[in-house]
C-alpha cells in the first residue's frame, strides 16, 4: 500500500522559510516523479513543483525562483523548500506521486498524501 505522508508546514510570517517534506513508501521511489500542489480554501487545486527520478525539476510561474524541490532517493523523501514567503502562499500543500512524468497534470499522478497547511502571516 503506498503511502505519501507530507510535513513540516506551520504558521511563518511573510518573508520567512518553510521546507516541506514527504516521505513515500509502499512504492519504487525512484522510478516516479514527485510533485507538490496546493489548494486554499475556496480555490482550485494549483501545481507548484515536481522533479523527476533524473532530478531535473519544474516549477509554476508564481514561484519566481523562491522555491527549490528536491528528492533524496536513499530516504525516499521529496522535499519542498520555500522561501520569501508570501501570504498568498497559504494553503494546503500536497506531494503525489507520478510515473508517466505528467510535470504540472495533476489527473497524472497516481498517488496523493493528505497534505499539510502552510499559513503566511502579512
Known amino acids: 500500500q503506498v503511502h505519501l505522508v507530507a510535513s513540516g508546514g506551520r504558521l511563518v510570517q511573510a518573508g520567512g522559510s518553510l521546507r516541506l517534506s514527504c516521505a513515500a513508501s509502499g512504492l519504487p521511489f525512484t522510478k516516479f516523479a514527485m510533485g507538490w500542489f496546493r489548494q486554499a480554501p475556496g480555490d482550485e487545486r494549483e501545481f507548484v513543483a515536481a522533479?523527476?527520478?533524473?532530478?531535473?525539476?519544474q516549477y509554476a510561474d508564481f514561484v519566481q525562483g523562491r522555491f527549490t524541490v528536491s528528492r533524496q532517493n536513499a530516504e525516499n523523501t521529496v522535499y519542498l523548500q520555500m522561501n520569501s514567503l508570501k501570504p498568498e502562499d497559504t494553503a494546503v500543500y500536497h506531494c503525489?506521486?507520478?510515473?508517466?512524468?505528467?510535470?504540472?497534470?495533476?489527473?497524472?499522478?497516481?498517488?496523493w498524501g493528505q497534505g499539510t497547511q502552510v499559513t503566511v502571516s502579512s
Open positions: 522533479i523527476r527520478p533524473s532530478g531535473r525539476a
Open positions: 503525489a506521486a507520478d510515473e508517466r512524468g505528467s510535470g504540472s497534470y495533476a489527473p497524472g499522478y497516481s498517488y
